[in-house]
């Protein structure tokens, strides 16, 4: 059964580097999805991207985060110049359309920033 | 703005009794409704959603949900509870317009032999 994918599954880093999240969407999916969990805390979501583009982001994506698709099968979320309370599990998620279509989740990466 | 409860942070069942895993919504408009299940140490896995038409739908490992719209409540129900069914689950919400799920803060489900 297909499957989203990440990696790495746990990055450490210090604060002020920058981190790349990787993720493989299933393979004929159209959006593509970003969630974190800060620990014991809601999953909250931070972005969708379609068509090459955002088509969606929520507060909490500021200027410190971006997204892209580099080839047909990547699909990462850059953190530049990290913080201490950037540490969550962050989520990856793909769906095959919009309207009435579940989002498949990766396992995630636990990001923890020193 | 879209928001789920989940009122209890946990709960606890006997093996072969049935089960109930609580959720309420808010959102403008209809509603999109899922339920996820996370076991340790992985991500979250899909169990089953409502759209629009029966208000039981049935999902993966024998769970199903009742959609009331009147109480707007979305609760997980499974007849009869098995050991491996203990993991955290989670209720998310979406408008029929827009792409960002909304979730509950999940329920801690323990079934005990």
């Known amino acids: 059964e297909p499957e989203v994918t990440q990696t790495p599954s746990h990055q450490v880093t210090q604060m002020g580097q920058e981190v790349i999240l990787r993720c493989v969407p299933i393979?004929?999916?159209?959006?593509f999805y970003w969630y974190r969990q800060i620990l014991g805390q809601k999953v909250e979501f931070l972005v969708s991207?379609?068509?090459?583009?955002?088509?969606?982001k929520s507060e909490i994506f500021d200027d410190q985060f971006s997204v892209e698709r580099p080839d047909g099968s990547n699909f990462t979320l850059k953190i530049r110049s990290t913080k201490l309370e950037d540490s969550a599990m962050y989520f990856c998620?793909?769906?095959?359309?919009?309207?009435?279509?579940?989002?498949?989740f990766g396992p995630g990466t636990r990001l923890t920033v020193t | 703005a879209q928001s789920v409860a989940q009122p209890e942070d946990q709960v606890n069942v006997a093996e072969g009794n049935p089960l109930t895993v609580k959720c309420t919504y808010s959102?403008?408009?209809?509603?999109?409704l899922f339920w996820y299940v996370q076991y340790p140490n992985r991500g979250l896995q899909f169990l089953l959603k409502?759209?629009?038409?029966?208000?039981l739908v049935k999902g993966s490992y024998g769970f199903e949900a009742e959609f009331n719209k009147s109480q707007t409540s979305f609760h997980l129900k499974k007849p009869s509870a098995l050991v491996s069914d203990s993991a955290l689950y989670f209720c998310?919400?979406?408008?029929?317009?827009?792409?960002?799920?909304?979730f509950g803060g999940g329920t801690r489900l323990m079934v005990k032999p």
């Open positions: 393979s004929n999916h159209l959006y």
């Open positions: 409502y759209i629009t038409g029966d208000n």
């Open positions: 998620a793909s769906s095959g359309g919009l309207a009435a279509y579940e989002q498949y």
């Open positions: 959102v403008s408009g209809n509603p999109y």
């Open positions: 991207f379609y068509n090459n583009e955002i088509s969606e």
């Open positions: 998310a919400v979406r408008k029929n317009a827009g792409n960002m799920l909304t």
